[in-house]
């Protein structure tokens, strides 16, 4: 018996399913879905634009929201968070088919140039101990710190 895996995708293609696929986040059938799998605060401070939050360890939400052949592509903070791979694995011995990891996360859509949704200002971002944010990339910098460090989950 062999066991299905998931497929990793990169920055590029990535790129190329947003601009030539579509995104739908709410059909639970149609289109595509793109999931940041970091905790609540993480996804308020650095997000892809279009994607939607379902913290890893709740993959029962994957289930209730998507059909199993629907096309998912999960993404973290960067390439050191296994986060995505190990929701991605999860869900495909869920069943589902059609499971995609972004393995280069947040940093590598930022490294690309790539627009980084966010809290409407950092005043409203929650903020960790001796933490100086300067800009988008500051802040995604700051969020990638704190998950290698464990204040985020």
């Known amino acids: 018996m062999t066991t299905q895996q998931f497929s990793t995708i990169d920055r590029h293609d990535l790129e190329q399913r947003i601009a030539t696929h579509s995104l739908n986040n709410q059909d639970r059938h149609r289109g595509f879905a793109l999931v940041n799998v970091l905790g609540e605060g993480a996804f308020e401070m650095a997000r892809i634009p279009g ?20 096309e998912i592509i999960v993404y973290c903070a960067s390439p050191d968070c296994h986060a995505s791979d190990n929701v991605a694995a999860a869900l495909v011995t869920r069943g589902f088919r059609r499971v995609y990891d972004y393995a280069g996360g947040l940093s590598d859509w930022q490294q690309g140039g790539y ?3 966010s809290w409407p200002s950092i005043d409203e971002a929650p903020t960790l101990p001796n933490a100086s944010v300067r800009g988008e990339a500051g802040r995604v910098q700051l969020l990638i710190d704190a998950l290698n460090s464990g204040h985020l989950a």
């Open 51 to 70: 994607s939607i939050n379902i913290p890893h360890g709740n993959e029962d939400v994957f289930e209730r929201r998507f059909a199993k052949d629907k």
């Open 115 to 117: 627009a980084i949704a």
